[in-house]
């Protein structure tokens, strides 16, 4: 695996940075705010950044209740993503999506479903519309292992194969190491098959399965995959596998992992508590840092800048949201139909 | 009734579950999350300790397979529960629930019984958003061959669910996840509650409210209000959709003379027209004003609480809906443009 040139490994990470510090500010606005129930993309950076760093901006995604890292990840404001998160007027949508629906046209998002599943379907169709369009662009599907439990993964991927769509799956198999069946935890999500790209494999879909942790490798398998649908070589099924972040264990989320300390990738010592295995091993982010320290591509100094200006954007955003107005109830009607009657 | 015992309405219906599930090894419990998490909402807390992994089933998000195992399972001698999160995912459901489950008895001139109890959340509020916030029971209620109930206190949720469990029909349960902590007397022994038989909620003479679920509380909360004006309203607790019981309904509105209906679906084709409707066609010499109809308006609920609150009626549109047939209000029906 050759690893991505120094600036796009500097993007990746910053993008990743972005993610965390987004994810622990919902966190912390959700004790103050309450905005519903929602769900936090820590431990699964390094896949979404890496993938969006493959994709060109012409290209499309769509993504799932667990958005909020790919909408940053890609451009979307801060300050209009967790807007919209609270509800407000100033959010991306208006308030009307929601944490579960963040959505950013301009960033070439269509859509984000709540409803398990629903992302291959319409990432699908997206593709189908790309190709008709002929201009080389594609479409990045995000969804989590779950979804392959629902009907609509096998119905699509068969037609994405038969019809050579160029629809990059991006399978963010979060559940290695979950413990659903103890009680009190979630979810139970479970497969027959023995690893998920078995199922594409069997219609010949080309599949790569990854540690959805390194975003280095995942950058090359999906920067590989994007030239094959490019080629019109038909649709790719990327696995990402992550250990579970233990903070989405209980039904609602906790940073039981803490404010992500960046000085740590370097000073494992200091790492301690319940879960400083997955801290130690796991964390994308610390794992991240050490491999461009390492690598010469960075130091510590220009990646503490990076968290430092990353840390300034979203205490504005904070900031930003929290004095966000609700939206007038007097727009509540609107939109509903293309044409007013 | 034995005592003053209380229950949430969340704990009645596992108590009603339970007790089934003890009176017959044949009822089983399947969904996501469903067995030893205890369910999204607490509702299957304990039922997988109690009866395991055999008979309190934890699935895959497998809607579509799940329910068209059920329908299998319900011809094949089990009586299975089975749970959709929420109502907004009975969509992937339809094709086992209405052309399979609503149609096998019929097809089969009566051969195949298809017990299965869907049960199922609506609701608005906690900003779900669009995906996590319908009230489509009026669609269940439009299938023949469905039964649908929606219990508004938890004595009711109780019996109801008993009823649902032992009849013969496949029936769509449906909760409003709001009313959940809703507390109430609940009868420790318990008789099922019968399909097709209105609760009175709440005497009254001058004009009557109907409702269903927790729109039921809504209406009683107007009523309270209308007396303080001195009108007396009586609040009619349909209970089920399927059957419904118009007997009730129409016996309220010959002494009253006047009737609004209430309800926390999309009013546009939703059930307040067809109970308007038979209002009109049964008891039109009776009636001395147009039967009003509340509802959602016909629009999405959003996540933002601003928008989310704009969904439901409240007991203050009720009341007002109430006076506006007396005169007082102005008549016109109020429904955002869209």
């Known amino acids: 695996m050759t690893a991505p040139a120094a600036d796009r490994r500097r993007a990746i990470f910053a993008r990743m940075l972005l993610m965390r510090r987004l994810e622990e500010s919902v966190a912390l606005m959700s004790k103050d705010h ?16 890496a993938v969006i760093e493959a994709l060109r901006p012409t290209d499309l995604a769509t993504t799932t209740h667990r958005n909020h890292g790919h909408l940053v990840g890609r451009g979307a404001d801060e300050k209009a993503v967790l807007a919209e998160i609270l509800g407000r007027a100033d959010g991306c949508n208006g308030g009307r999506g929601g944490t579960l629906h963040v959505t950013d046209r301009d960033r070439g998002f269509l859509a984000t479903s709540a409803v398990v599943g629903g992302s291959i379907g319409l990432g699908t169709g997206a593709a189908h519309a790309l190709k008709r369009q002929g201009k080389g662009a594609v479409c990045a599907a995000f969804f989590g292992d779950g979804a392959m439990e629902e009907g609509i993964a096998f119905e699509t991927l068969n037609l994405a194969a038969l019809w ?6 991006v399978c963010e198999n979060n559940s290695r190491g979950a413990l659903g069946a103890r009680a009190g935890e979630f979810p139970t999500s479970e497969m027959a098959a023995p690893k998920l790209s078995g199922i594409p494999e069997s219609l010949g879909i080309r599949t790569a399965v990854v540690d959805g942790a390194d975003a280095d490798a995942v950058h090359a398998a999906a920067a590989d995959a994007v030239d094959a649908l490019r080629a019109g070589d038909g649709p790719v099924f990327l696995e990402a596998r992550t250990e579970r972040w233990p903070g989405s264990r209980p039904l609602w989320p906790e ?11 370097w000073e494992p ?5 319940d879960h400083a295995a997955w801290i130690r091993e796991q964390d994308p982010i610390l794992r991240y840092a050490r491999v461009l320290t390492d690598a010469g591509v960075c130091t510590r100094d220009d990646l503490a800048a990076i968290d430092r200006d990353v840390r300034d954007r979203m205490a504005a955003a904070r900031d930003f949201a929290a004095a966000s107005p609700w939206p007038d109830a007097r727009s509540a009607t609107d939109t509903v139909f293309a044409l007013e009657a | 009734m034995t ?20 009176r017959d090894a044949a009822v089983l419990y399947i969904g996501e999350d469903v067995g030893a998490a205890g369910g999204v909402f607490r509702q299957t807390e304990g039922l997988f300790d109690r009866f395991g992994a055999g008979r309190v089933i934890d699935t895959p998000i497998s809607e579509a397979a799940i329910v068209g195992m059920a329908v299998g399972a319900a011809m094949t001698g089990s009586r299975p529960v089975v ?27 009566g051969g195949f019984s298809v017990p299965l109890v869907l049960r199922t959340a609506v609701g608005v509020g906690g900003n779900l958003g669009p995906q996590h916030s319908q009230s489509p029971h009026a669609w269940f209620a439009h299938v023949p061959g469905l039964r649908v109930a929606m219990p508004a206190t938890p004595a009711d949720a109780k019996g109801l669910m008993k009823t649902a469990i032992r009849t013969d029909d496949p029936v769509v349960f449906v909760e409003d996840r709001m009313t959940y902590n809703l507390r109430g007397p609940v009868p420790a022994d318990g008789d099922p509650v019968p399909f097709g038989q209105a609760r009175v909620a709440r005497a009254g003479s001058d004009v009557t409210l109907v409702a269903i679920s927790r729109m039921v509380h809504v209406a009683e909360k107007a009523a309270a209000q209308l007396a303080e004006r001195g009108v007396s309203a009586e609040v009619i607790d349909l209970r089920t959709l399927s059957p419904l019981d ?9 002494k009253t003379s006047r009737a609004v209906v209430v309800d926390g679906g999309v009013r546009q084709f939703g059930i307040t027209g067809e109970i308007a409707a038979t209002i009109g066609e049964l008891a039109f010499d009776h009636l001395d004003a147009p039967v009003r109809r509340l509802g959602a308006p016909n629009v999405p609920a959003s996540s933002a609480t601003a928008l989310e609150k704009m ?28």
Do not use: C, W
């Open chain 1, 164 to 169: 050579r769509l160029p629809v990059l799956y």
């Open chain 2, 83 to 109: 749970e959709i999160m929420f109502a907004d995912f009975v969509t992937q459901v339809m094709d086992p629930l209405v052309n399979q489950a609503a149609k096998l008895r019929y097809m089969s001139a």
């Open chain 1, 34 to 49: 309450p905005f519903g129930h929602f769900h936090l993309y820590i431990g699964q950076e390094a896949t979404g950044a």
């Open chain 1, 269 to 273: 010592e200091r790492i301690a508590g």
């Open chain 1, 255 to 265: 940073l039981l992992t803490g404010e992500t300390d960046l000085a740590l990738a």
């Open chain 2, 3 to 22: 005592g003053d015992r209380t229950l949430t309405l969340r704990e009645a219906i596992l108590e009603a579950l339970a007790e089934e599930m003890e």
């Open chain 2, 246 to 254: 118009m007997d009730t309904v129409i016996a309220s509105v010959r």
């Open chain 2, 311 to 338: 969904i439901l009626p409240t007991a203050e549109a009720v009341r007002d809906a109430v006076l506006s047939l007396f005169g007082t209000a102005s008549a016109t029906q109020e429904e955002p443009k869209t």
